[in-house]
């Protein structure tokens, strides 16, 4: 409530108080009729603001959402970018038009062989039980092959072990300079 609003409020309540003797059997009734008016318009009050409050909440729900959903479509996006621009540098570096290690002023770009291979099965009938996972229907046990492949087995019969590329950036090595010792005797 305002202070013109309380104001108003104090002025008719001490009307209600001074009235002569003759009413003082009215002034019971008047404050019980003037306390439930008052409670009455508290009670819309509490629900006005609670109807406010709702939609509100319901309002920044609704802006919650979608600046996820801008977010979500943001963080795809840069994804996306990033991955092209590793693409990229894998296939100017598959084409030999760099080098698997570039360095910059104070940045270096590193093309190295990843450290899990890939696998891919030729026939997934002709892999033998050792590769094969029990479970309810048998999966090819891909970590087992490469494992196998890494330490000489030849599995070509059934699979081709590849090792993809990956691109990693990261700072340049600081190079320490040499200490001229001819200088220091």
Same mark, same amino acid.
């Given at each position: 409530?305002?202070?013109? %609003?309380?104001?108003?409020?104090? !002025?008719?309540?001490?009307?209600?108080? %001074? /009235?002569?003797?003759?009413?003082?059997?009215?002034?019971?009734?008047?404050?019980?009729?003037?306390? /439930?008016?008052?409670?009455?318009?508290?009670?819309?009050?509490?629900?006005?603001?609670?109807?406010?409050?709702?939609?509100?909440?319901?309002?920044?729900?609704?802006?919650?959402?979608?600046?996820?959903?801008?977010?979500?479509?943001?963080?795809?996006?840069?994804?996306?970018?990033?991955?092209?621009?590793?693409?990229?540098?894998?296939?100017?570096?598959?084409?030999? !038009?760099?080098?698997?290690?570039?360095?910059?002023?104070?940045?270096?770009?590193? !093309? @190295?062989?990843?450290? &899990?291979?890939?696998?891919?099965?030729? &026939? /997934?009938?002709?892999?033998?039980?050792?590769? @094969?996972?029990?479970?309810?229907?048998?999966?090819?046990?891909?970590?087992?092959?490469?494992?196998?492949?890494?330490?000489?087995?030849?599995?070509?019969?059934?699979?081709?072990? /590849?090792?993809?590329?990956?691109?990693?950036?990261?700072?340049?090595?600081?190079?320490?300079?040499?200490?001229?010792?001819?200088? %220091?005797?």
């Amino acid at each position: 409530m305002s202070l013109q %609003e309380l104001s108003t409020e104090a !002025i008719a309540i001490a009307q209600i108080l %001074e /009235t002569d003797d003759e009413e003082e059997d009215n002034l019971f009734e008047q404050l019980q009729q003037y306390l /439930t008016d008052a409670t009455q318009v508290k009670i819309d009050g509490y629900c006005w603001y609670q109807e406010m409050l709702k939609n509100e909440i319901e309002e920044w729900k609704t802006k919650k959402k979608t600046l996820s959903e801008m977010c979500d479509r943001l963080i795809e996006q840069k994804e996306k970018q990033l991955n092209s621009l590793k693409q990229n540098l894998l296939r100017l570096a598959e084409l030999g !038009i760099i080098d698997d290690y570039l360095m910059g002023h104070n940045k270096a770009i590193e !093309i @190295r062989t990843n450290s &899990k291979p890939t696998v891919e099965v030729h &026939k /997934t009938e002709d892999v033998p039980k050792i590769y @094969r996972q029990p479970q309810i229907q048998w999966t090819v046990d891909k970590q087992a092959i490469a494992q196998a492949h890494q330490v000489g087995k030849d599995v070509s019969a059934f699979a081709t072990v /590849t090792y993809g590329k990956q691109v990693r950036f990261k700072n340049a090595p600081r190079r320490k300079q040499k200490k001229n010792i001819s200088n %220091e005797q």
